[in-house]
């Protein structure tokens, strides 16, 4: 019996004239002793509590009490009192605790005598079946659940049902399409009524006109990307509800996460819907010439028009999530090459894994093996030849890091030719890697590699890669080339005149696609760097 209920029992005995008090007359103070209050101190303290607020006389609102009625509910006070403050010291020391392991996390790396590291250091690696990197069951999942209630939940089910109806159409898949499968006005409008009709189901959602752009085109780039048909819709459309990222994005987008992380949706606006499809033909074939191509992978363009008033309109485009993964992504960076902003705004404290770091925050290079490393080189520049040539700016390489093992960091010094360098080296081999995930290796994703430290000895200096420490992580490496749909329009022209007047024009992000091309290209060719010892 707990102390709570034990004092319940014992009060409603002495309401009741059963008083477990031995001895002595319940209505005078101190009249016995409580039986068993040597094996329960908590209970001696509450009965001598209990009994000198008998003696005062204690009165409730509805009149004075009797001695053994004021003792019994006193002694359920006192009870009461004590296991609430019991609970909320147990409360505060749990706070304490988990403050204490976020500032441990947050503790910013430190190289002797090279000044201070921006950003975090490497988490520890999992412990138990999942010590190897993968990502364990019980993780915690980026977005929140779009369930019944939410308000874009609607919204979802239109997209599913969307999505069902023009993946299940068959039709012929050619690669050599014609120009008119290109044309933005290639569309197909479909309603889709709540009681059902001759094309489409019934359903529980409301009323809404779905839009399908260039369904052969997306469809043969699907082919193109080797994604099975049924596996994309069961990956979109299946029982398990999509995830909404926690905020917009920076254009005012919205994301969404399949329940795999296979896919991500996000929201567009008419203007970039405009450009994707000035631009389809020439993305078709790039990505059909360069099988390793970093730029986004794109499955489908669609739009929902809600029935009504407003008749509102929802664009929005389904692509890759580059980070899906069996292995947990510790960090990620969001690199242009400018510098101008290009910090994260989260405090220290506040940066976890699903944080978006920027180029300054950026404090490693990334030390490619000698065939992958010359791949990048030619894949980033026909990547950027080809934005380019479309007026692209503004796109950006996201870059995923995975740390194998914290415990491997080096602080080596010297060169790595020495024969003891190699030797001390963590690196990976064909023996401590899964076969299978080996094989899985491409340009891009699940690459394993070596991060360098790298550290700033003045905030103020104007190289965005800072110097190298001789100190190495084993990584697992994913990246591509996102955020394409951005021209260098009117605006980015006039954003362009206006920061120049304040900043160096070359830090700030907005300039002519020829000039951000060379820009980002340098700065990507010195952060990612060849390895130079055998992995």
Known sequence: MTPLVAAWASTFGLLAGESELGGGDVGRPGGGTWRGEQGRPWLKRASGRASSASARGAKLPGGALDGGTTCGIAVVVVVVAEEAEVRVRGRRRRR????????????????????????????????????????????????????????NYELMLNLQLGIRHAVGKQGPITLDLKSSAFDPKEKV???????????????????FKWKDYCPQ???????????????????????QALRELSSPGKSGSFFYLT?????????????????????????????RSFENTLVTKFFGLHCVKL???????????????????DYSIHRRFDLKG????????????????????????????????????????????????????????????????????????????????????????????RGDTDPNRFSKIKLGSNMPTRAELTVRKSECEPQII???????????????????????????????????????????????????????????????????IDI
């Open 217 to 239: 085109v997306f469809r043969t780039l699907r082919k193109l990307f080797k994604v099975d048909a049924a596996d994309y819709m069961l990956s979109l459309c299946g029982d």
């Open 466 to 532: 800072g110097e190298p420490t001789g100190e190495f992580y084993d990584v697992i490496l994913y990246f591509g080339i996102i955020d394409i749909l951005q021209d260098y329009d009117i605006s980015k022209k006039l954003e362009h005149a206006y920061k120049s007047f304040q900043y160096d024009p070359t830090s700030i992000s907005a300039v002519d696609p020829k000039q951000y091309s060379r820009r980002f290209k340098d700065f990507v060719y010195k952060a990612f760097q060849e390895e130079k």
């Open 338 to 429: 400018s510098s101008l902003g290009r910090t994260t705004d989260k405090p220290q404290t506040e940066i976890d894994e699903y944080t978006t770091l920027k180029d300054l925050d950026l404090n490693f290079i990334f030390r490619l093996q000698k065939h992958w490393h010359q791949e990048f080189l030619r894949q980033v520049d026909k990547d950027c030849d080809f934005l380019e040539q479309e007026n692209i700016m503004d796109y950006s390489l996201l870059v995923g890091v995975h740390f194998r093992d914290k415990g491997n960091l080096l602080a080596s010094e010297g060169s790595f030719d020495s024969d003891s360098s190699r030797a001390s080296s963590p690196h990976l081999s």
């Open 307 to 325: 029935a009504g008033a407003n008749q509102k309109k929802v664009r929005f485009v389904i692509m890759g999530n580059l980070f899906c993964s």
């Open 259 to 287: 329940s795999n992380d296979q896919y991500m949706i996000k929201t567009m606006k008419k203007s970039e819907v405009k450009i994707f499809l000035k631009m389809l033909r020439a993305y078709y074939n790039h990505v």
């Open 189 to 207: 409008w479909t309603r889709f009524p709540p009681e059902g009709s001759k094309y489409t189901p019934p359903h529980s959602s409301c009323d």
């Open 96 to 151: 304490w605790r988990r403050r204490r392991r976020r500032r441990r996390a947050a503790a910013t790396v430190r190289v002797e005598d090279a000044g201070e590291v921006r950003g975090l250091p490497p988490p520890s690696p999992a412990t138990g079946p999942h010590a190897g990197g993968g990502r364990s069951r019980g993780a915690r999942r980026q977005g929140e659940t779009i369930a019944k209630g939410h308000k």
